[in-house]
């Protein structure tokens, strides 16, 4: 299935002009039943995208209408039936020719229509049914492309009727200097069917994929990212920007689900994939205001939630924490010693004892204790009590702590550096208790056996999207990156907790026979 849509792409994108993603999103609106507002200037291909789109279908039928303030419901809907008026007495239109009779419909400044296209329209999106008089026709429709260039009034009543258009996508003019030059010289006719018959698709075969949708699972991954979604854009409308609140109610959420079902079917899999949740880009917003902030919330969270979260990552990490916090509680033992330091003066010289042979040698230098080594002797300076240069004496360390030898006259001194006592603290590991040691092993093995089953099923659900000839035929390849982005970073972090649990079970298991101080 995936190959024919991707063969149907080629065709209804062929000789286009950064149309692609334009034509993919209608293509699936139709696929799934739903309808697409193309958001744009005039000029752009909004309705050209509308009259390929019917070659798609073998049945493919189109009405197409340029909507005014002065558009009526006949224009829209058919004639009244003078016939039947005057015979039967039943006010009904002739509909076989119009919108009701139609499967690819595109209602172009959709805006300007009036209340009574809008609230005939409003069933029609909703239940697919025409009311003709007191009949309710069961409309045939795949496809409802609306387009403008505006946005529906604010204040005004179109709110239902933009309601009902699941996926919205703006239209840009030509930017690329390249494409605007095949744009331009290009002479092949656009509104032909080029699509072979083999290909097209048949309304059985639409109600097959729609049942099969119904079946197409929602994994923890992709419930998680929903969810995180839906929770950050809450937080966008709780804090006061110059952004309109995003307004998105409980139906729209439930179409979005359905609409990454029905591209979970478009690409043969039984479960939405996270590639399939970038979808809700295109059906979240309002104002084209809010587009670039839904794209990094929705980038985002594919990137740094989904498999990790899913997995419950965070609770293992948790879990793992109180195992390695209650393991050093137990055999790590903390000791405060008191012993002797140096003192120090202006945190660069060590002062020195009092020496009656050399008694102005005060202080020296922290950096020229340190360079001292025993029994290798070194020109050192020594300063008086107001830091100056009194003596440059051969020096080593003593054979005491803290202690030097300096050569004066001939012989050789011992010098003693001022001490203080300060609290030094070690730790001293201790074996566990048999008992204690067989409730850790239990533990860590239930742990370990946990990551492993974690990495088995990484490995054995790895998206086929991910592989490296896969693509999405929705969504760009950029989002296929985020998702092996967000793939490999669960992996690697399974790696770093089992490492953990590893040197956790290692601390305990090392001192069962000895003591070990540190």
Known sequence: MKNRLKQLLHYLTEGLVERE??????????????????????????????????????????????????????????PISIKKLKEEDKYERLTEEYLPGANVVFLDEIWKSGPAIQNALLTILNERIYRNGTQEIHVNLHAIIGASNELPPEGESYGPLWDRFLIRYQVHPVKNASAFLKLISGNQNLYTDNIPPDLKISIEELRQWSQMADEVEIPDEVATAIRVIYEKLEEVNNRQTDIPPFQIYDRRWKKIVQLMKVSAVCHGR???????????????????????????????????????????????TAEIQRYENEILSETKLKVIDLTDVPRTVRDEFFPLEKCDDLPSAT????????????????????????????????????????????????????????????????????????????????????????????????????????????????????????????????????????????????????????????
Not at 24 to 32: F, N, P
Not at 52 to 71: A, P, Q
Not at 427 to 449: S, T
């Open 270 to 316: 039984r479960a939405i994939h996270l590639s399939d949740v970038y979808l809700a880009v295109h059906c979240l917003w309002n104002h084209t205001s809010q587009i670039p902030i839904l794209r990094k919330i929705v980038s985002e969270t594919i990137r740094e939630h989904g498999y990790n979260t899913a997995m419950k990552l965070s609770l293992l």
């Open 21 to 78: 993603e334009a034509v993919k999103l209608t293509l699936l609106s139709a696929v799934a039943g739903e309808s697409i507002f193309l958001y744009g200037p005039p000029g752009v291909g909004k309705s050209l995208i509308a009259r390929r789109l019917k070659h798609v279908f073998s049945d493919g039928k189109s009405f197409e209408y340029l909507m005014t303030k002065f558009s009526t419901p006949e224009e829209i809907f058919g």
């Open 363 to 518: 202080y020296l230098k922290i950096i020229d204790f340190k360079a001292l080594s025993p029994g290798e002797f070194q020109v050192i300076n020594f300063y008086d009590q107001d830091l100056k240069l009194v003596y440059r004496l051969q020096t080593s360390l003593g054979n005491r702590p803290y202690t030097i030898k300096v050569l004066h006259n001939s012989r050789t001194l011992t010098l003693d550096i001022q001490t203080v006592k300060q609290e030094v603290t070690r730790y001293v590991y201790k074996a566990p208790h048999p008992l204690v040691k067989a409730y850790w092993d239990e533990w860590g093995e239930k742990l370990e056996k946990f990551i492993d089953e974690r990495f088995e099923w990484l490995q054995n659900n790895m998206p086929r999207e991910l592989d490296d000839n896969s693509e999405h035929l929705f969504v760009d390849e950029s989002i296929l990156d985020l998702i092996s982005e967000n793939y490999t970073k669960t992996t690697s972090r399974l790696e770093q907790l089992k490492l953990r649990l590893e040197k956790a079970r290692f601390q305990y298991s090392a001192h069962t026979s000895a003591e070990k101080v540190l």
